[in-house]
């Protein structure tokens, strides 16, 4: 157990050395551009442009360069955007970073609750009206566009209908700090959790669902229907541990690529200053530290989601950890 997981590991440490290298090589190893101008910004100063050059190494070779960009993005902590009056992008990110978690966790509970009970019922009832109905459903989650669902929302609940007593509760778009007010932050984040939420069921409750219909057609699933185990039984201590695998592994990457920065849409639609809407907001200005750092943070997310996932499969599965 112990191997497999120092192994992956020092995997993980070499995808992310691969990843920042690249980044670093496709933003400031480019031939024929000059990554000094890229960090100073439009109609920077000679003054700016030199101290930005000897700050950042640029007239040194490629490896301290890399060396001197990780140092200031991992270490020191002090890559500034010049495109922003010089102010510090790590920290810029750490302040986004929280509403980001905050949107993705609270939306990621709901679709996995929803997802898994729509899956179970609908493999139960096979066949029947109520799966023909909850897979219906799901497509239709799935086909409905986020920032379309969410301006729909908005349009309802901040609009035409906010002042009835079904909506009045509402508050305006906008974020609110937990350790500022638990309630106010639970409502400003309510409704973009289930807006974000709705494709999310859709796509989980659907494989879900086939996983498990394929499953109970496995010969460990007859051998239990043998020993007379009920068939609910069967169904969520036998069939759902081992369809698991595939949601755990989608949930993983999901996860991670939302809470990286994929929550772009929802976030702008209801004005949550995230990580995503951080990064529309550097490429709109072509502020090249703030994006290289957004890509990176999101990188390290996905990479680590990843890592994660591989050990989960060590437990849901006895097949990967004999293997080992």
């Known amino acids: 157990m112990i191997m497999p997981l120092l192994r992956r590991l020092g995997q993980t440490v070499f995808v992310l050395f691969g990843i920042s290298a690249l980044v670093f ?6 031939p024929g551009a000059d990554p000094t101008a890229r960090i100073a910004g439009r109609n920077a100063a000679p003054q700016t442009m030199e101290k930005v050059r000897k700050e950042y ?8 360069q890399y060396a001197i960009m990780m140092k ?3 270490i020191t902590r002090d890559l500034a955007s010049y495109a922003n009056r010089g102010e510090l992008v790590v920290p810029e990110i750490m302040r986004a970073a929280p509403v980001t978690l905050s949107l993705v966790s609270g939306a990621a509970v709901i679709w ?34 986020v920032f379309w669902l969410g301006q729909v929302v908005n349009l309802i609940t901040q609009n035409r209908y906010h002042d009835t007593w079904l909506f009045s509760w509402v508050p305006g778009l906008g974020y609110v700090p937990f350790t500022q007010s638990p309630c106010g932050w639970f409502l400003a984040l309510v409704i973009p959790w289930c807006v974000l939420a709705v494709m999310f069921v859709g796509i989980y409750s659907r494989i879900l669902r086939a996983d498990l219909v394929a499953i109970m057609g496995e010969d460990f699933i007859r051998t239990a229907r ?13 069939g759902l541990r081992t369809a698991l695998i595939t949601f755990v592994s ?22 949550l200053p995230g990580v995503g809407r951080l990064t529309y907001q550097a490429l709109n200005s072509l502020d090249l530290p703030l994006i290289m750092a957004t890509v990176m943070y999101s990188a390290v997310f996905v990479v680590l989601a990843n890592a994660l996932v591989d050990a989960a499969y060590l437990f849901l599965d006895p097949r990967v950890r004999d293997a080992h």
């Open 25 to 30: 090589a496709v933003f400031f190893a480019t």
């Open 57 to 64: 190494g640029f007239d040194r070779p490629l490896p301290v």
């Open 72 to 74: 200031k993005l991992f």
């Open 112 to 145: 996995v609750v929803l997802s898994i009970g729509m899956g179970v019922v609908a493999a139960a009832c096979k066949g029947s009206w109520i799966d023909r109905t909850l897979m219906m459903a799901g497509l239709v989650g799935i086909s409905i566009p």
């Open 226 to 238: 043998a020993k007379g185990l009920s068939p609910t039984r069967i169904l969520l201590r036998h």
């Open 250 to 271: 989608l949930f993983g990457m999901d996860f991670a690529q939302l809470v990286g920065g994929g929550a772009l849409l929802t976030e702008v639609v209801f004005g």
